[in-house]
């Protein structure tokens, strides 16, 4: 019986010799580890809580926010308007609708010569009440301050010396001392109120006065201090100048690279990864 003829190809397959797996690259340093399965899961848990944290408790605060405002609300809104009454199931935030709404059609007639003369009827009657009279200026007060367009209290972030010398603590700028308050100090100085908030909780901390020249303005926003200190300083704030500095060393060296290098080099474009 004639064997059949092999080909070519079949007799080279089979004599050339099964090559060895590639071994991995050589670690020069020995520095590298085997990552076990328990610590890639801890990786990936710990990597879930970063990205799924800060979201769930935005969503939870503001759904919050939302239920309170509409359980002040609602009640006081006859069922007859209020879509739940003909449907299914609840709407959330209608009543934070209203409210805005409220809000904001009370400021437009307060703005009208009728509404301020009803205001200041209402603020007559307010002054006369024992006991309300003085809350309801406190808290009028502190409101104008806090939010007038034109206010400049803790608007301006600084830093002083605090609880020791060499020690330096953010605080925000209230408003200067009354002149009661300024003559009882130094006749004559200029001293400032100023709020230091405390870690982690910017809402408490100490209120006292200080000179103007121990206090040492920076130009931050108050977001980013408010940040600062609620992540005990974790969280740094932004710098956009020195990325703007960055941005334009990249270029004017991208620029020198082009007129140095020969004709048709191809040189890199500056990307925002490189700034």
């Not at 340093?29 to 076990?36: A, F, L």
């Not at 605060?61 to 007859?80: E, N």
């Not at 509404?115 to 309300?132: D, K, Y």
């Not at 209120?207 to 926003?221: G, K």
Request: charged share 15%; net charge neutral.
């Amino acid at each position: 019986m004639i064997p059949a003829r092999r080909s070519p190809a079949d007799e080279s397959a089979s004599v050339a010799p099964t090559l060895p797996p590639i071994p991995d690259p050589p670690d020069p340093t020995g520095t590298r580890t085997r990552v076990s399965v328990r610590g890639r899961l801890r990786t990936y848990f710990l990597t879930g809580i970063i990205v799924s944290g800060p979201l769930a408790i935005t969503i939870y605060i503001t759904w919050w926010f939302i239920s309170l405002i509409d359980g002040w609300v609602k009640p006081l809104v006859p069922q007859s308007y209020l879509p739940d009454h003909y449907l299914p199931f609840s709407i959330p935030g209608l009543g934070l609708v209203i409210a805005f709404l409220a809000v904001t059609l009370l400021g437009f007639l307060t703005a009208n010569l009728v509404g301020r003369s009803v205001i200041e009827f209402g603020e007559v009657l307010l002054a006369r009440t024992p006991v309300i009279s003085g809350l309801y200026k406190g808290l009028r007060q502190i409101f104008e301050t806090l939010f007038s367009a034109n206010g400049t209290s803790f608007r301006t972030v600084g830093l002083v010396e605090f609880p020791v010398k060499g020690t330096w603590s953010v605080v925000f700028l209230s408003a200067p001392a009354a002149p009661d308050v300024q003559n009882a100090l130094a006749p004559g100085g200029d001293h400032v109120g100023v709020f230091l908030p405390c870690a982690p909780n910017p809402t408490t901390g100490f209120f006292f006065y200080l000179p103007r020249a121990d206090i040492v303005e920076v130009s931050m926003s108050v977001d980013d201090a408010a940040k600062l200190v609620m992540s005990a300083g974790v969280i740094q704030p932004d710098d956009p100048q020195g990325k703007v500095h960055a941005m334009a060393a990249t270029l004017r060296a991208t620029h020198d690279g082009l007129q140095d290098a020969p004709q048709g080099t191809p040189v890199k474009p500056p990307t925002a990864v490189d700034a």
